[in-house]
């Protein structure tokens, strides 16, 4: 059963930083595709960042300078760490696994709220 945990998301003040995690089991992790998406109240569900196999890394233009996606094969953990956050960046931010261009897990979500 695969399971993708996320943490670390909670409530910071505009400028703040938060780093979230996503634990993985029950899966291949090195093979995976990792990446962060999110989902604003009242919107789509939005790419955020990934990172593949091999470590080379994407990013939303919204994001580029500000977050960092890392993964550690070791611990199974996929992380995002998020500087100068803004209030547009409040959203529930999900954990996804995926090969060949396709999603193929997700995990629960952890909700980031930024005040102004």
């Known amino acids: 059963q695969v399971q993708l945990v996320e943490s670390g998301g909670g409530l910071v003040q505009a400028g703040g930083s938060l780093r979230l995690s996503c634990a993985a089991s029950?899966?291949?992790?090195?093979?995976?595709?990792m990446g962060w998406y999110r989902q604003a109240p009242g919107k789509e569900r939005e790419f955020v960042a990934a990172?593949?196999?091999?470590?080379?890394?994407d990013y939303a233009d919204s994001v580029k300078g500000r977050f960092t996606i890392s993964r550690d094969n070791a611990k199974r953990t996929v992380y995002l760490q998020m500087n100068s956050l803004k209030p547009e960046d409040t959203a529930v931010y999900y954990c996804?696994?995926?090969?060949?261009?396709?999603?193929?897990?997700w995990g629960q979500g952890t909700l980031v709220t930024v005040s102004s």
């Open positions: 996804a696994a995926g090969v060949r261009g396709s999603i193929r897990y």
């Open positions: 029950g899966l291949t992790f090195g093979s995976y595709t």
């Open positions: 990172i593949s196999s091999g470590g080379s890394t």
